[in-house]
């Protein structure tokens, strides 16, 4: 288990949701292939958005 502290409050987290990009890093610093592919699968996606 990680537990991953914010030492201040960002305004992207002040409404207590945490950034879907956030959880895909998360994911991919996972030991586990699937976690890791899910992680990077999700931010390849949000950078295609982006284009």
Same mark, same amino acid.
């Given at each position: 288990?990680?537990?991953r502290v914010?030492s201040?409050?960002s305004?992207?987290?002040?409404?207590g949701v945490?950034p879907l &990009?956030? *959880?895909?890093?998360?994911l991919?610093e996972? #030991?586990?292939t699937?976690?890791?592919?899910?992680? &990077?699968? *999700?931010?390849?996606?949000?950078?295609?958005? #982006?284009?």
């Open positions: 288990m990680t537990l914010v201040e409050v305004p992207v987290l002040a409404e945490v &990009a956030a *959880v895909a890093i998360d991919m996972s #030991l586990s699937r976690e890791r592919s899910a992680g &990077a699968r *999700v931010l390849q996606e949000l950078l295609d958005d #982006l284009r």
